[in-house]
């Protein structure tokens, strides 16, 4: 497909092909945050907006989330839109004790607005206390607007 330039030299999303990335919004969190939280309970800082250019765009999520258990149980981590969690995505789980990793995922949602969108990183455990940019190693919240 060639694109065409306006008259004022910009290239409207209109004009780029289905699958095409619109805009791309990053947060980084570099300040160690830990949860004895038994239920999902935002981080501070750990957020990202993104307000879309049509309806039928979809979001990428990207995290990658630096994460610590201290006891022999479950870290959870998952992505909430506005109010709505949308899954449990990540999960470090030890049986012999504290556990390290990193919670890494993906996922495409369907927002169907063009109003500013936000994007929180939620955490939790089973037991014990969960850590999230644990000795202050960095985690990423990308989001990825993808034309619809």
């Not at 890494?104 to 969960?130: C, E, I, M, R, W």
């Amino acid at each position: 497909m060639a694109l065409t330039r306006l008259g004022n030299n910009q290239i409207t999303s209109s004009l780029l092909p289905t699958g095409s990335v619109l805009q791309v919004v990053t947060d980084v969190l570099s300040t160690e945050t830990s949860t004895t939280s038994t239920s999902y309970v935002a981080v501070s800082g750990f957020s990202a907006t993104i307000t879309p250019s049509s309806t039928s765009s979809k979001i990428l999520v990207l995290c990658s989330a630096s994460s610590y258990i201290n006891t022999s149980d479950a870290y959870l981590g998952t992505i909430y839109r506005g109010g709505t969690d949308l899954g449990t995505f990540g999960r470090l789980f030890s049986t012999a004790g504290g556990l390290g990793g990193f919670i890494s995922f993906n996922y495409l949602d369907s927002p169907s607005t063009t109003s500013a969108t936000t994007y929180t990183y939620y955490h939790k455990v089973g037991s014990g206390t969960g850590f999230v940019s644990v000795n202050n190693y960095k985690s990423n919240l990308t989001l990825m607007e993808i034309q619809g």
